[in-house]
């Protein structure tokens, strides 16, 4: 079974750091890109972040550009989010999506597979 | 990058079909065919319905269908069950290789 399993949300104070984890399992983790996406209470979804299958290409949106990092280790099939300087905004779920097989004939640009989610609370 | 437009609500009765638009701009929904649709039950995480625009992942029900004109979006389920009450949320690729999602559109089957 295609999945994948987020960890690592917690509460955190303003200024914080945390680290979110998302480990994969039913399919070659190594060819495929990755995104982070987060839903702040009863808001909608936020793309946030997204990797390449080999982690030489980043994007991040603007409003965590220079905060949060993406990163990814396929050889633990794992993908990866360092949040620092956190804002009470960050408050959300946080999703990792699996996108494409870098190594697949034609893109789309979509997510496919999503995990259950972490939950991030930055409050004091 | 700003939100895609979504109408916040849309409702239908059991069997009809309903219409949800999402519209952006030529540096996004307008100039790619990577506009995606997601649909997320309460408490769920968010399920693809359609990719590249209209095509359906496999295990999709064909009472889904997208389809774009010009820099709108369209998602179109026909048919409407009581287990299509759901939030919907559009997507797309854009200029700055970034993804931008719709407000989302709350599906009340009446």
């Known amino acids: 079974e295609v999945q994948l399993v987020e960890s690592g949300g917690r509460l955190v104070q303003p200024g914080g750091s945390l680290r979110l984890s998302c480990v994969a399992s039913g399919f070659t983790f190594s060819n495929y890109n990755m995104k982070w996406v987060r839903q702040a209470p009863g808001k909608g979804l936020e793309w946030v972040a997204y990797i390449n299958s080999g982690g030489t290409i980043i994007y991040y949106a603007d409003s965590v550009q220079g905060r949060l990092t993406i990163s990814r280790d396929n050889a633990r099939k794992s993908l990866y989010l360092q949040m620092d300087s956190l804002r009470a905004e960050d408050t959300a779920l946080y999703y990792c999506?699996?996108?494409?097989?870098?190594?697949?004939?034609?893109?789309?640009?979509?997510?496919?597979?999503w995990g259950q989610g972490t939950a991030v609370t930055v409050s004091s | 990058q700003s939100a895609l437009t979504q109408p916040a609500s849309v409702s239908g009765s059991p069997g009809q079909a309903i219409t949800i638009s999402c519209s952006g701009t030529s540096d996004d929904v307008g100039g790619y065919r990577y506009v995606s649709w997601y649909q997320q039950h309460p408490g769920k995480a968010p399920k693809l319905l359609i990719f590249d625009v209209s095509k359906r992942p496999s295990g999709v029900s064909n009472r889904f269908s997208g389809s774009k004109s010009g820099n709108t979006a369209s998602l179109t389920v026909s048919g409407l069950q009581a287990e299509d009450e759901a939030d919907y949320y559009c997507?797309?690729?854009?200029?700055?290789?970034?993804?931008?999602f719709g407000g989302g559109t709350k599906l009340t089957v009446l």
């Open positions: 999506a699996r996108g494409d097989d870098d190594y697949g004939p034609d893109p789309v640009l979509s997510m496919d597979v």
């Open positions: 997507s797309s690729y854009t200029i700055r290789s970034t993804w931008v």
